[in-house]
């Protein structure tokens, strides 16, 4: 018997007379850290983008296909990875290449695409944490990890929730999560930071709006 038997073994023979009724799982925890408006949560989220060295831009889905040609443009994009039913209308201004998402398409076939655009399931204030499901408008998770520029498409305020507790509530479990939090990053021992590794090297997130937006700029990170 190793070490890990032997330590389910005791929490086997501790719950041995305790049923599920009497004992019940405890959630007291905040759902929500502090009182904020709508705008200021999606102010919150815009701010742990940047944070986290993601590039934040705000715009109305009227604007968003001029915003895609023009991110994709400064670039230099010659390919775009497109997951099988993002709205057609987002890249009718895109002058590149469309890659659509195949299960055949190998990983060096994905790494020679220059940029990926998706949406996303929900976008997290409180973490400025963007978490992908795998619906049909995000693509397999594969597309996301592979390609350097990732362009993520969040709608205001439909998908933006304060915190993970009700984050969590809009997902899942059964799905293909990926939970991102800025660009690609690790470091070593001396705390020297190197984006890219499992992941693209640059993350822009698009917050778009159905009305005008207050402020039309951009959050970057320094």
Known sequence: MNSRERILGRVRRA?????????????????????????????LLAENLADYRAVVHRCTDDELPDVLMRLLAERGTRSVLVPPELPPHWLKAVDATRVHDRAVSTPHELDRVDSVVTGCAVAIAETGTIVLDGSPDQGRRRITLVPDHHICVVRVPGQVVSSVPQGLERLDPARPLTWISGPSATSDIELDRVEGVHGPRTLEVILVTEDRPRDQGRIEST
Do not use: K
């Open 15 to 43: 719950l041995a007379d305790v049923s599920a009724d009497e004992a019940p799982i405890t959630r007291d925890y905040l759902r929500e850290h502090g009182q904020r408006t709508v705008a200021e949560t999606v102010d």
